[in-house]
Structures are given as structure tokens and as C-alpha cells.
């Protein structure tokens, strides 16, 4: 299975305080995703990496891709009470599936 | 307002019955996906499809059932015999399948409790 896992499954942190989730996948991937999921709710798309890139940027949001070590970091800076969720990856290798972790429970104390 | 609709929020059946969750969308998306949340957990892929009238099984796909009659529809049935299917269904669009550019949006799912 090339399923994502996330690391740690859980993190607490103050608000203001950075907030760094990491990804590992198991093979070739074609682009590799960040969702957020507020308990009880869908996913929502936060960022999208290709396999060529190396870190991209959304607002608070940078995520670093190292296919060598087949993993995935994402941080979020100066964190917030709003975003306390659940943080998934998803990759992607061409084929028609998505494979998601089990995601970084993320609690933002304010 | 462009979005993925899914009913019931909640719904409750009994066991032996069969069930079917609504999944609409208005983004003109041709690809539709399935998936299951068990608490605590990923997301895992039941069923999913490329195009009107064509879907194939995913990881998951035994004691459930799908069409997809319409673009924007692709309803999910799930049937007496999954065996555990008391979870967190969640329904998903893309523009395209998994490749270079694509994301999925999601609906708000459905919360199933079979006793």
C-alpha cells in the first residue's frame, strides 16, 4: 500500500506557536495533498505538491516534499484557535485512486 | 453556490437493511469517489467513477453498491451485507482522476448508525 501516514497522530500547541505535521508514503507518487477536516465535517483542500517541487507556500501553509525520503512536512505558522482539525496527506501516483493517512489531530490552545 | 450536497446528515437503520446515501454535485466534476471514516481514522475508498454510467470498486467495496446515472449524481447503497456498516460516509469530485493537477472536494457527510 502506498497509503500516507502522518506523524505525530497528535499535537497540542499554543496559539502562536508553528505547528509541523509530517507525511511518509511508501512508493513514486505524482503529487502529493494536505486536507484539513474540522471534527464531523468533509475535507477541505489546503495544498497541492508535485513531485517536481520542493516547497510551495499558501498564506500561513509551507509544505516541503523530499521524494528521496518519501516524505512530507507541513507547517503552520503563527497558529490559531481556528485551526484546531484534523490534518491528512493524500497522494497520488497517476493511477485513479487517492490515499489518505490517518491524519495529525492538531489542537491549537488558546 | 458550487458544491457536493450529501443527505441525510444523520441516518439510522436497522441491521438487514438496506441504505442509500446521496451524493450531488454541481461543479461539472467528471470524476466522483466514495469514502469511509472509521473514528480516529483515513479516509478509505469504496467506490469511485470516471464517467457517467462507468465506476469501479476501490478497497472497500464489498456489501456496497453504486451507479452513476448522471454526471452530477452517484448515489451509494449500502447494503445487508457489510458487515460493520455503522461510520462516517464521505463523497468527493474531482476534475480529473489522480495525476498532476487535481484536488477533491468534498460534501459534508453522512454519519450511518446501524443497530
Known amino acids: 500500500s502506498q497509503q500516507g501516514e502522518e506523524d505525530p497522530q497528535a499535537l497540542s500547541i499554543q496559539e502562536g506557536e508553528n505547528a509541523t505535521m509530517n507525511c511518509s508514503y511508501k512508493?513514486?507518487?505524482?503529487?502529493l495533498q494536505w486536507y484539513r477536516q474540522n471534527s464531523g465535517r468533509g475535507l477541505v483542500h489546503l495544498i497541492l505538491i508535485r513531485s517536481n517541487e520542493r516547497e510551495k507556500h499558501s498564506g500561513r501553509l509551507r509544505v516541503t516534499l523530499d521524494t528521496s525520503k518519501k516524505s512530507s512536512s507541513l507547517l503552520i505558522t503563527a497558529s490559531r484557535a481556528a485551526d484546531t482539525a484534523s490534518y491528512f496527506c493524500a497522494t497520488a501516483s497517476g493511477g485513479h485512486k487517492f490515499y489518505f493517512g490517518s491524519g495529525t489531530k492538531l489542537n491549537v490552545k488558546p | 453556490d458550487g458544491g457536493i450536497t450529501q443527505s441525510p446528515k444523520y441516518l439510522f437503520r436497522k441491521e438487514g437493511q438496506n441504505v442509500t446515501l446521496s451524493c450531488e454535485q454541481n461543479l461539472n466534476h467528471d470524476a466522483m469517489y466514495w469514502y469511509r471514516q472509521d473514528p480516529g481514522q483515513g479516509l478509505r475508498l469504496i467506490y469511485y467513477s470516471q464517467i457517467v454510467n462507468d465506476f469501479q470498486k476501490g478497497d472497500i467495496a464489498e456489501g456496497y453498491s453504486v451507479s452513476r446515472e448522471k454526471k452530477e449524481s452517484f448515489p451509494l447503497t449500502v447494503t445487508s451485507a457489510q458487515k460493520n456498516p455503522t461510520a462516517f460516509y464521505l463523497c468527493?469530485?474531482?476534475?480529473?482522476?489522480?495525476?498532476?493537477?487535481?484536488?477533491?472536494?468534498f460534501g459534508p457527510g453522512t454519519r450511518l448508525t446501524v443497530t
Open positions: 512508493t513514486s507518487i505524482n503529487n
Open positions: 468527493a469530485s474531482s476534475i480529473f482522476l489522480a495525476g498532476s493537477r487535481n484536488e477533491q472536494y
